[in-house]
Nanobody, 118 residues
């Protein structure tokens, strides 16, 4: 079994910063891409940022220049540093990882709420 545990959400004023962290644990032989998605009032889960095991990154246009994704392959963790937060960033943020156990599978965290007040 693989578990992804997120932390770091909360309430922040517009213009502020937050850091989200996600740690993967369990019977892990390897981890491929890791990423962060968010689900807002429209109830669609959309990509925020992804990072490959080699460190290549991808961001949705809405967060480019404000958010930074990073990972520590020795600790099986992925972070999302969020700066210049806007009210439209308000959502539940989910960690995702492609993990090898006895096979490759996609795993999700439980989600963490980020609320940005205007």
């Amino acid at each position: 079994q693989v578990q992804l545990v997120e932390s770091g959400g909360g309430l922040v004023q517009a213009g502020g910063s937050l850091r989200l962290s996600c740690a993967a644990s369990g019977s892990i032989f390897g981890i491929g891409d890791m990423g962060w998605y968010r689900q807002g009032p429209e109830n669609q889960r959309v990509l925020v940022a992804r990072i490959t095991s080699g460190g290549n990154t991808l961001y949705t246009d809405a967060v480019k220049g404000r958010f930074t994704i990073s990972r520590d392959n020795t600790k099986n963790t992925v972070d999302l540093h969020m700066n210049s937060l806007k009210p439209e960033d308000t959502a539940v943020y989910y960690c995702n990882a492609i993990v090898a156990t006895s096979y490759w599978g996609s795993y999700w965290g439980q989600g963490t709420q980020v609320t940005v007040s205007s």
